[in-house]
């Protein structure tokens, strides 16, 4: 008896015994050809809004003094680099594990950073857990890795001034960025702070992307990657984890209030893979935990204050 011949004909709705199963053609209609013209106009409007946002941060007016726009593009074509780097690596492992993906689409936002981000679209089912481990985690430590060099060089272009009486936007520090700010830059005297440049600022961001990112809820990134390592426990935990966030939002960073919400409607379970009794290998397993811990080091409690 074959149990996993059973299991498809429940997934596809039909009667679970059959005696002519292996006579019946399989009926597929072919994928969707990738609207790769869309995906390049989201990113060349995605490449303008950056561009905007950075030369805002410059202090530049883009309307009075368009000339001056360029002045964004180091912001504009880190982050994109970042954001591009990630949603490869989920795409190359996608594809070499023979799934169904689209092109990366990118996001643009009148924002402060000029964009909500990009994603692609998975439109197979993933069949065990060892393949859905390998995408949901080539993401994120592709983006952290890419990130993390773009952040040491906006380090080393940063300016430690004298900010006593003076308001403004704080950016907020995780472990990693706290430890690379210190190898970088050293100890800030009291009164003084940084003032990050913008290829520094796109790296912070890069390093924001991948913890949220990594939350174990739902079908982010990190819910793929606590499934594969957790099963149906994942389920349950990224409940609490949702609680903490909102928590932070009552308490803390008002931000996380949102993020609640959108979690909130994405919901928090994860579907099983096809073969969901497949266990991982060891390789796996070590791949797993040390994603885990990027979330840990790179998760901001309250990422923005002072407004």
Known sequence: MDFRKILLRRIR???????????????????PQPNIALGIILFLVTLGTTIVAGALQEGVNPLKNPGEILKGIPFSFTLMGILLAHELGHYLIARKHGLDVTLPYFIPAPSIIGTFGAFI??????????????????GPLVGVAVSIPFL???????????????????LGSSLLLSLLSWLVVGPI????????????????????????????????DGGHVAYALLGERQNKISRYVFLAILALGIFGWQGWLLWSLLLFIMGFRHPPPLDWWVPLDRKRKIIGWLTVAVFVLTFIPVPFSGF
Not at 16 to 21: L, M, T, Y
């Open 189 to 220: 005297p009291n009164g003084y702070d940084l003032v990050i440049h913008p290829v520094g600022f796109a790296g912070w961001i890069g390093l924001l992307v991948t913890s949220l990112n990594l939350l174990p809820i739902g079908q982010l």
């Open 13 to 31: 709705g039909e009667p679970a015994w059959s005696e002519r199963w292996e006579e019946r053609p399989l009926l597929a209609s072919p994928p």
């Open 152 to 170: 040491i060089l906006g380090f080393r272009l940063s300016e430690v001034k004298l900010i006593e009486g003076q308001v403004g936007m704080s």
């Open 121 to 138: 679209k998975m439109r197979s089912p993933v069949r065990d857990r060892k393949m859905l481990l390998d995408v949901g985690a080539a």
